[in-house]
Structures are given as C-alpha cells and as structure tokens.
C-alpha cells in the first residue's frame, strides 16, 4: 500500500519552533499564488516508520546478504564512515572559508590521498558520480586538444566491451564513438587499434582490469601507441579495486583517471547514489579542470576558481562532500597496507569462486578454466540455454530465492548469457562456499527441473513483475484511481 | 597477520582458497600487471584503529563552524531549515543505505515504491506529470534540461535568465556547448529583478530551442510565470529551476505551461553537508517522457496479479542505447530523494505550507527591519523567503566579521556577481527567529 492511502486530513509528523515573528503579508500577485495544496501525505509520527521500515525490509542490501553484482564493488559499507559524515552535515557551502577550514583541509588531504593512488598530478572533487566524472574527463580532453589548436579530433575509442556510461560520456562531451572490437583473449587488439588509431582520435577510454575481469597487460604498449598518434588515455575507474597498492593507472600511462567512491572507497550505493567520481589528471591537464579546485597556502586551505583554462562548472558548489567525508574515513582506516590487502583479497576471492563452479559454469574467455582473473569474472550461460533452455535471467531469479543477489546480467555485451561476478573482499569464504553450492544447485534444477528456474523467485516480496506493459503505458506516479 | 575489521580472510583461508584455486600465492594472480609501484613507496599512512581514526574526524570537524551554533542568513540555493529526527533515522535504514539501483526489482520493491512516492511527490509540486528517479543536483539537473529541451525542438540555440543561480548558468554553458549549443541571456529589470519579459520576447528567433528561468529567481523574487510563458512560442520548451519549498505556496510551473520543472532538492530534509549531497529533481510532460534523462519507476502488476514497482522505459538510458542514450547519468542520487520523500511525507499537505510561510514571514519581517535600518531592498519584486539589500560597499568585510560573532550574515553576491558589488542576498528559514534578526541587525549598522 502506498503512503498516500494511509494518509488521513490532519494527520503530522513534525513540530515547529515558535520563531516570535508575526505573520506578514506578502504582496504576491494572486495569480502567482497556489489555488490547491500540493497532495502531500498526511501521516503521524509512527505511520511514517511503519510505513518506511515495511518499504526497508523488501530490499536486499549488503548488509542483509551477499551482492556480488559485477563492476559494481558491493563491498561492506563500514558504519564509522556514517557517523563521522554526520560530523559535518551542517555546514554551508557558502560560509566564510575561515569558518569551514577542517572541512576545506579534509577535502585537500583526501584529494591528496587519491591523487597518491591514482599516480595524478592533481585533481577534482567536484563530479558526483562515475558517469558525471567521465564526462568532466572527456571535456577536459576536448578543452586540452582545442587549446592547442587540434582541431581534426572528433572521435573517442571505446572497447565493445565497456560501460554503456563510456560511449554516453564521450558523446555528450561532442565526441564520434568507434567501439573497437576485443581480441580473442578479450582484451584491446592491438592490430584493431592501430587500424583507428590516427589524428583523428581524441582519447581511448578503457576500464583496467576490464569488465570481462581481465587485466590489460599490452597497457603500457597502448599507452605508448595512444600517445604517439597525439590522443590521450582515459582510465574508467570502475575496477581499480583489483589493483590498489599494486599498480597506479598514471603509471601505467593514462593521462585522466576517474574515480568511483562509491564502489573501491565503501562510501554506500544508496539505491543508486549519491556517489562521488572525482577525476585525477597528470601535469599537462591541470589547467583544465573544472572549478572550483581544493588548495593549499601555507597553513589556509582555499578553493581556487582562478583555473586558467577551466572547462567550467559540472555542478554547484564543490561536489558530494558528505561522500568524500566517508572515504577519507575509510582511506584513513585501511592505510596503503589495508588497501593493498582489500584488492589482493578482492582478486583472491573472484579467483576462488571462479574455481568453485569451474566445469559448472564456463568463464568467458577461458576455455580451460585455469586464466587467473582480476576481482571478478564472466560466467557465460549460453552452454545452460542450448542444453536446458534455461536463461540468465532464469538463474538470476532463482539466486533470488536462495537469498543472494543475482549478479551482473547481460553485460558485458560481447559475452552471450552474461554473468559477471564480482565478490569484493569484504566477503568471507564461508559466504563464498555458500553461493557456489547454490550455482551448482541451480544448474542441477535446470537439469531436472527448469520448471522451478522459469517460475523463480517465490520467496520474494513480489514475482516476476510484467515491465514490458510498464514501459508501454507507464504509470508513474499514485493518483486515486490507480 | 596484521587483522583489518573489513577483511575476514584468516590465514587458513587464504591457504586453502589458493590451494582450490592451483596457484601458491596470491602475487601468482597479478601476473597480468606490471609492477609500477610497490605499496612501501606509496605516501600514505598506514592503517588506524577506529578510536584514532574518530579522534582525527573529530579534530577536523572541531575546525568548522556549523550552522547549528550560527545565526544563518545564508541561502543562495542550500538551506538551513528544521529536519525532523525521524526523517534522518528512517533514511538511515541500511536497506535503503547499503542497496543498490534497483536491477532486481523483485528484491528492491522497497527502493522501488519509496522512488515511485518520490515521483508522485515532486509532480505534485511541480504540477507535472512525470518526475524521473533524481538528478545530481539542480545546477546539472537545469544542464540536464536544456540538453532535453533542444532534443525537443532540434534548435541549436537556448536563452537563459540572468536572473538563474550564476553557478547553474556556468554549468549549463560548461555541458551544453560542447554539442554545438549556443547560450543567450536575458536581462533582469532593474527595478523589480524579475527577468525581463519584453526583452525576451524580442529574443525569440526560429533558432532558439529553448528558455530558462528560476522560480523564485537567483535573487529571490518571484518570476511571472504567466508573463514568461507569453513571450515564449508554444513550441520552444519552456524550464523552470524552481525552489520546491516556495512550490508549496506558488502556483506550480506546471500551471503555466513550462515544459520542464527542476530544481535543487536538498531543502527537502536533507542536510547542507557543505553543498553535496542534495540532489535535483527532474520532471516534465508525459509526451516527453522518452526524451526524458534519468532512471523512472513505473507501476506494474507480477505474475500473481500483486502490484509491484519496475525501472521503466530503459531504453533511453545509456546501459542499453549507449551513445545514443539520452544522458550519460547512471548513479543518481536515490537515497537523498528518499530521505526527501520520508520529509515531505512527515511535514504532510499542511505542513509544506507551513513551513514556506514562516520561512516567508521570517524574510519580511527582516526586509522591513533592515529599510528601518537604512538598509533599502535592491528590487521591488515581490519575494518569498530570499531578498537582496544594498548592504554597502564595505559588506564583505562586515560579513566576515559578523561570522566571527557567530552570525553568517547575508551573502555579498559580488563574490558570485562582481557587477553586484555591495549587495547582499538574505535567506531565512521557518527556524529564524526573531532574536536571530535582532542580532544580525546590531552585527550589520
């Protein structure tokens, strides 16, 4: 039931401090003033935590079971990093910086801190998502080859394996996108990106470890490649969570990495966001990133908007600060040793999981089974389909009533039937055990059963809900009538 | 082995994990990677127990000032009003915090239903039909709609008001130009700071996709909508950047006929967290909802008849049509939209009204003190709960000087508007009080 139908006239949840003030006229035109309130719901104190905690119990959450949804690093989410960010939710963006200088440093030394990771020069803070940060990338790109009067460049490379947000970014930012095709081994073609490679390439885009949870290992060459025909490598910091401590992506030659707090620095998903996606870039960007940019003078931590070349503002005042407070808690916490460890035990787990449901499930581009892969892996259900009819999707379901999350289905595209497994390091091998003898007994219903998979979930809140009807006549918001 | 609270692996794990697994060691997996970097050479820290780690937080925090302890006259788009104890708690439940977008709409009906509420919420205020999931904030969600409005009327050319926030405007310009758009601006009249609606009726030309105005405006005061929809052709979208709590007691944009509604969301229960995270919402007609940006939750019925909630229409959105989606936003800003929705559920059809108001009385009272004062309002147009005052030339370092008082008086708008040297734009709030204005009054003669 939504909460408007449990809404009764004259029903509240909130009181108000008497202010002292008498009420005042305020000489608006009549016919700019509401003739009928907006239709809030009118509930007391406790309908609105009725309402709320029976809404909380039908998800999954990390902290309810396992969530390994593939490039989406569903790690623990550490209760610490909640409590210190209430430190500072009551400040505004606009108070004198003497007033707001432990949040100003916080800003500086976290951004230190990444930078020191990511092998940068320097960076922002500003975008508030990955997506927001490869678009503030691909437009300090743009800004860096008009600058220097390149004007032929009207292209961005982009693997047919990447992120759907990779080829959107490079388009909003004005850019052509070619997708370039894998190599058998799914990774970049060296020969396929040479072939492209010209003066009319302005970036290549590439996840590394990429999303088939392979690393890259011709980078350096592609860096070099990428470089000597003028275009520049822009690092998709969805998976740096297999390499922290191991090796920085401006070392392996990108020149603009994004970031994904949300995801390597355990700042929460929250249904979908807030995130935070700052951009690191080496030396020869750094006049381009948007403003306002966290410094440092002497002992006063400012925020710089005199950035000669700027591409401007991606947002209002200085990005998800409540985000940024979470991950600095949490970089604090771990140290290079404890980060270091995460992404080794990250890859530990995807690899020990993956050879848990070796011969039941084949991974994409390992046909012996024996390729180490980095924090997560594609299993490919196309075999399952032809032998049983049983789709991805049937099995997604069907983890659903054993109680786990479903993992990454249909992506990466190039890999029929996907399911792309992502562990994190915050899962324990007992958990792990579990979800692998649930595969393995999915696969056996599949077998003597299918029935049970196309009918699944049945343990859920709700069944296989009817989308098709929903995108065709949408219905998108409660009225009385529906 | 040093032991991390994050990381179960005991030793006999990892023994018997890397023995399933065939290899000795776990360097035997990173074969793949060049070794650019050892983690000894790496300049940071190592780790910290939990009670340190607090003990820095802390330390940190203790070098801010918070609004908590201030008298705030501080507004321009984030707002210090009151949030309800219930509304932190219950956006705090880790099933809302710890979940994700909601891929698997059999286990994220919560997620799912709290979005869809929100949706239905923000029409309300808008008067629209369609509210997407959220945007990151108002300044891209306002980009946002401009990228929508010329997809809408495929001209290459927008206008906006000089009167919209000057950080949403540099944020529009920063993400429309790249594709070729071109921005045009429209003055604001002097007098009244309302947009210049006879200015921008002359603007009209055939290759003008769009225009944009903020309700209440940058400096406050509210916009005729009537008067705006006139001067613009039918058929060039119409935007609104809107303060959601002033939508509770002006007509909707909806009303007048705007095209697309957004606006900053964080007045609605979420905290000013130094700007971010607040989040922008996004709605529109339903003959544009395939254009729309954004994740939307639509309702449905599962196998067994029940109702259930499902991501709609995603074949707008880059995971499926990729560089031709119609944005790039994948991560929004869910949870600040559902602690907003938890907020307007608690304060009710009443209670939104309440609170506009007072933070409106609070504005008057103040307007008329300060013209007591000598302090004379800057424009004539009528206003909610934001007004800008000639404060005088040496504002700015009053401002600084009152904030060591501990009041955070009016913000100088020439740190945002240099050609605005000497006036200052005040906010209040339904938690001004009258001694709060009697103290910033003495701070400011």
Not at chain 1, 30 to 48: C, H, I, Q, T
Not at chain 1, 314 to 343: C, E, H, P, Q, W
Request: charged share 25%.
């Amino acid at each position: 039931m939504t909460i408007f139908e449990k809404s009764s006239s004259g029903r509240r949840a909130y009181t108000l401090p008497d202010q002292g003030i008498p009420d005042q006229s305020l000489g608006i035109e009549d016919y700019l003033l509401r003739k009928e309130k907006a239709n809030l719901p009118e509930v007391s104190e406790l309908d609105l935590v009725r309402h709320y905690t029976e809404l909380e119990a039908k998800n999954h959450s990390v902290d309810k079971g396992f969530y390994p949804l593939g490039s989406c690093t569903m790690k623990y989410n550490p209760k610490l990093n909640e409590d210190m960010a209430a430190l500072f939710r009551y400040l505004h963006p606009y108070q004198p910086e003497e007033t707001i200088q432990g949040a100003l440093r916080l800003m500086y030394e976290l951004k230190e801190l990444l930078m020191e990771i990511t092998g940068t020069d320097d960076m922002t803070l500003v975008p508030s998502a990955g997506a927001h940060g490869e678009l503030t990338g691909m437009l300090i790109i743009r800004a860096y080859h008009l600058d220097r009067g390149d004007t032929k460049r009207d292209k961005v490379i982009v693997p047919d394996s990447a992120h759907g947000t990779n080829p959107a970014s490079a388009a909003m930012a004005g850019y052509k996108v070619l997708e370039l095709k894998s190599s058998e081994e799914g990774l970049v073609d060296l020969k396929e990106l040479e072939k492209h490679l010209d003066e009319t390439v302005a970036a290549i885009m590439l996840t590394n470890p990429n999303t088939l949870g392979y690393f890259e290992r011709d980078i350096l060459k592609i860096a070099e490649m990428a470089h000597e025909a003028g275009a520049l490598l822009y690092y998709d910091g969805a998976n740096l969570n297999a390499v922290m401590g191991k090796a920085r992506p401006g070392d392996m030659g990108f020149d603009v990495v994004h970031l994904n707090l949300h995801k390597t620095f355990s700042t929460p998903h929250g249904m979908g966001g807030p995130g935070s996606g700052p951009i690191g870039v080496k030396e020869h960007l750094k006049d381009f990133l948007p403003v306002p940019v966290v410094r440092k003078d002497g002992e006063r931590y400012y925020l710089d908007y005199d950035v000669p070349k700027t591409i401007g503002m991606m947002r209002a005042f200085y990005g998800n600060f409540g985000v940024l407070v979470k991950a600095y808690t949490y970089i604090l916490t771990m140290g290079k040793d404890g980060l270091t460890k995460a992404s080794e035990l990250a890859v530990l787990n995807a690899n020990y999981l993956k050879a848990l449901l070796r011969g039941v499930y084949p991974v994409a581009y390992d046909p012996d089974g024996k390729r180490p892969c980095m924090h997560e892996f594609v299993a490919d259900g196309s075999k399952l389909l032809k032998e049983t009819g049983i789709k991805t999707l049937d099995v997604a379901k069907r983890l659903l009533d054993y109680g786990f999350h479903a993992p990454t289905v249909y992506f990466p595209l190039i890999v029929p039937e996907a399911l792309m497994i992502e562990p994190t390091e915050t899962e324990s091998k007992e958990t792990l055990d579990a979800f692998a003898d649930a595969m393995k007994e999915i696969v056996k219903e599949a077998r003597e059963n299918p029935e049970l998979l196309k009918g699944a979930p049945r343990n859920t809140p709700v069944r296989r809900l009817d989308e098709a009807t929903a995108s065709r006549k949408p219905i998108v918001r409660w009225t009385p009538e529906n | 082995m040093k032991r991390y609270p994050y990381l179960p692996h005991t030793e006999q794990d990892i023994k018997e994990m890397l023995e399933t697994i065939g290899v000795s060691s776990i360097e035997d997996l990173f074969v793949d990677v060049p070794k650019t970097i050892s983690p000894e050479e790496l300049k940071i820290p190592e780790s910290r127990d939990e009670f340190t780690v607090k003990k820095i937080l802390m330390g940190l925090a203790r070098e801010n000032k918070t609004l908590d302890e201030m008298r705030v006259f501080l507004g321009a788009g984030i707002y210090y009003r009151f949030i309800p104890s219930v509304v932190q708690h219950l956006a705090s439940k880790p099933g809302f915090v710890t979940a994700y977008t909601p891929y698997q709409a059999e286990v994220s009906q919560g997620t799912l239903q709290a979005l869809f509420e929100y949706q239905t919420m923000i029409c309300e205020l808008t008067g629209m039909e369609v509210t997407n999931a959220s945007m990151y904030d108002g300044a891209s969600a306002l980009a946002e709609a401009m990228l929508m409005a010329v997809r809408i009327s495929k001209k290459p050319k927008v206008i906006l008001s000089k009167a919209v926030h000057p950080e949403y405007i540099r944020t529009v310009e920063t993400y429309v130009k790249p594709q070729g758009i071109d921005v045009e601006f429209v003055d604001f009249d002097e007098k009244t700071g309302r947009t210049d609606y006879e200015a921008l009726k002359k603007m009209i030309s055939e290759d003008v996709g769009g225009v944009a105005i903020q309700q209440p405006n940058f400096f406050g005061v509210v916009e005729d909508l009537k008067a705006a929809r006139e001067a613009i052709p039918e058929k060039v979208p119409f935007v609104v950047a809107a303060d959601p709590i002033a939508l509770a007691l002006l007509e909707p944009p909806g009303s007048f006929g705007a095209d697309i509604v957004v606006g900053e969301g964080q007045a609605l229960g979420n905290f000013p967290a130094l700007g971010g995270p607040g989040f922008g919402f996004f709605s529109t007609r339903m003959k544009h909802i395939r254009t729309m940006p954004g994740r939307l939750i639509g309702e449905t019925k599962d196998v067994d008849g029940k109702t259930g909630y499902v991501m709609i229409l995603q074949t707008r959105e880059q995971h499926i049509r990729r560089s031709k989606a119609t944005s790039n936003i994948c991560s929004n800003h869910a949870h600040s939209a559902v602690m907003a929705a938890i907020y307007m559920s608690a304060l009710g059809k009443e209670g939104i009204v309440e609170v506009a108001k007072r933070s409106a009385n609070a504005a008057h009272y103040l307007a008329a003190a300060l013209k007591g004062k000598g302090f004379d309002l800057t424009f004539s147009g009528p206003f909610l709960f934001e007004f800008v005052f000639n404060a005088g030339q040496d504002y700015e370092k009053k401002w600084h000087d009152m904030a060591e008082k501990g009041i955070l008086g009016p913000l100088p708008l020439e740190r945002l508007m240099p050609e605005m040297k000497g006036k200052a734009l005040a906010a209040t709030t339904e938690l001004t009080t009258k001694e709060d204005i009697e103290a910033l009054l003495e701070a400011i003669a």
